[in-house]
C-alpha cells in the first residue's frame, strides 16, 4: 500500500514541479529568439548554435561529476543549488554586454540546469520510490508546460524590431528561478528527516564504494546513445523550427513561435497522459515505437505545402515524443535501481552531448543548403533508437515491466 503524503512533502513535490517549469523556461527561450540574438550580437546561424554548444559543455562537466560522485551529496540541496546557479546566470544574461560574456554566462548556466535535471529525477526515485511512475511523469509534464509557454512568452516579450530586447524573457526567468530556489531549499528543510537524506553516512559509504559501476556495462552505454537521438531530435527541432519557418515558410516572428509553441502543446498533453499510458505498457516499449511515430509526423510537416497541415503534424509529433524524455528516465532507473544519480546522469549526458553538437551542426549546414535537409536527416535517423531499444528490451527484464 503506497504510503499517504504529508502537506510538508506535497509542498515540496509541487516547489519540485515549479523547478522543472521554470528550466524549460530558459531552455525553451534560445529558439523563438535565435533571430533577435542574431541580430543584436551580429552572428550567424553556426555562431548561434555554438551558444547552446557551450551551454552543453557546462552541462557535461556537471554531468560527468554527478554521475561519479553525485550519490555522495545531499540531491535536494544540489537541486536547490543548480536552480540558484541558472537563475543567477539568466538575470546576467539579460545584461550581457558581449557575445564573449554570453558565452561564459551560458555555460554556467548550464552546469545549472543539469545539477537540475540529474537530482530531481534522484530526488523522486529515492524519496518516493512506490510513487516515481506517477510523479516522474507529472514532474516532466511541467517541462512540457514551460517548454509550450516559453515561446508565446517570448513573443510576448521581444520587439524583433528592437534587438536588444532579447534580453527581457532571460531577465523574467532568472528572477523567478531565484524566487524558487528559496522557496525549494525552505520546503527540502521541511521534510529532510523523511527523506534517506537523514542518513548521508549510510548513502555516502555505499557510493564510495564504486562510483562508476553502472558505466562498466554495455546497457549504460547503449542506453546513452539511444537517449543521444531523442535528444538529438527534440533540441534540433525546437532550436531551429522556429527559423525555418521564417526563413523557407516566409511566416512572421509571431506565428513562427506560436508553432513551437503548437510542438509543445502537443508534447504537454501526452505528459499528462503519461502515467495511465506507463500502467498499461512499458516505458520501454512506449519510447520505441513513439519515437518513430513523431519523427515520421515531423517529416511528414515538413513536406506538405499547406500550412494548416503542417501545423497538425508538428503538433502530432510533439505529442508522440512528448513522454519519450521521462520514459527515458524510467529506463535508466529499471536497469539501475540503485544507482539514481547515475542512471539518471545518463539521460542528461546525452541531453548535453545532443544540445553542444546538433544545434550547431544543424546551422552550419543550413548555411549552405537551407533548414529543411538537416531536419528531414535528423527525422531520418530516429530508426536508430528504436532498433536500439527493441534489442534492450530482449536483454533486460526490468525493461519489460509495465507501472
Known amino acids: 500500500m503506497v504510503k499517504k503524503l504529508s502537506a510538508r512533502h506535497w509542498f515540496l513535490i509541487v516547489i519540485t514541479f515549479c523547478v522543472f517549469t521554470i528550466y524549460a523556461f530558459y531552455i525553451d527561450s534560445f529558439g523563438p529568439n535565435a533571430t533577435v540574438m542574431m541580430n543584436f ?37 544540489v537541486v536547490g543549488a543548480g536552480t540558484c ?33 540529474i537530482m530531481v529525477n534522484g530526488v523522486i526515485a529515492d524519496t518516493y520510490p512506490d510513487r516515481k511512475n506517477t510523479l516522474l511523469p507529472i514532474t516532466h509534464a511541467f517541462y512540457g508546460v514551460g517548454a509550450m509557454i516559453a515561446p508565446l512568452f517570448v513573443a510576448g516579450t521581444v520587439n524583433p524590431q528592437v534587438y536588444s530586447s532579447f534580453s527581457v524573457p532571460f ?29 548521508m553516512e549510510e548513502m ?48 512572421a516572428f509571431e506565428e513562427a513561435g506560436l508553432l513551437l509553441s503548437g510542438f509543445f502543446g ?54 508522440f515524443q512528448g513522454s519519450n524524455a521521462v520514459a527515458l528516465v524510467i529506463m535508466c532507473c529499471a536497469v539501475y535501481p540503485n544507482r539514481t544519480a547515475s542512471a539518471s546522469a545518463v539521460t542528461v549526458f546525452a541531453v548535453n552531448i545532443a544540445t553542444m553538437t546538433v544545434p550547431l551542426l544543424i546551422g552550419e549546414i543550413a548555411k549552405h543548403v537551407g533548414f529543411q535537409l538537416p531536419l528531414y536527416l535528423v527525422c531520418a535517423l530516429m530508426v536508430i533508437p528504436f532498433v ?13 515491466t509495465i507501472g
Open 266 to 319: 502537443g508534447a504537454l498533453v501526452m505528459r499528462f497522459l503519461g502515467p495511465a499510458i506507463l500502467r498499461r505498457i512499458s516505458a520501454a516499449n512506449l519510447f520505441s515505437w513513439f519515437i518513430v511515430a513523431a519523427a515520421v509526423c515531423m517529416a511528414l510537416a515538413l513536406s506538405v505545402p499547406g500550412i494548416p497541415v503542417m501545423i497538425v503534424l508538428i503538433i502530432a509529433a510533439g505529442f
Open 204 to 251: 555516502k559509504k555505499c557510493a564510495c564504494e564504486n562510483p562508476a559501476e553502472i558505466f562498466k556495462t554495455g546497457g549504460a552505454w547503449l542506453l546513452l546513445v539511444i537517449c543521444f537521438f531523442q535528444f538529438a531530435f527534440q533540441f534540433g527541432i525546437s532550436t531551429w523550427l522556429p527559423t525555418y519557418c521564417i526563413e523557407a515558410r516566409g511566416m
Open 85 to 117: 546557479i541558472m537563475g543567477a546566470a539568466s538575470v546576467c544574461i539579460g545584461f550581457a554586454p558581449s557575445y564573449t560574456v554570453l558565452i561564459l554566462l551560458v555555460a554556467a548556466a548550464g552546469i545549472g540546469f543539469t545539477c537540475v535535471d
Open 41 to 77: 550580437y551580429q552572428i550567424d546561424s553556426s555562431q548561434q548554435g555554438f551558444i547552446l554548444t557551450v551551454q552543453s559543455i557546462g552541462g557535461l562537466a556537471a554531468s560527468v561529476f554527478l554521475a561519479l560522485m553525485g550519490e555522495r551529496f545531499n540531491k535536494i540541496y
Open 388 to 400: 536500439l531499444t527493441r534489442y534492450l528490451i530482449k536483454q533486460h527484464k526490468s525493461l519489460q
Open 171 to 199: 531577465l523574467w526567468i532568472g528572477i523567478a528561478a531565484l524566487i524558487i530556489f528559496l522557496l525549494y531549499i525552505l520546503s527540502g528543510r521541511f521534510v529532510m528527516k523523511d527523506t534517506p537524506y537523514a542518513h
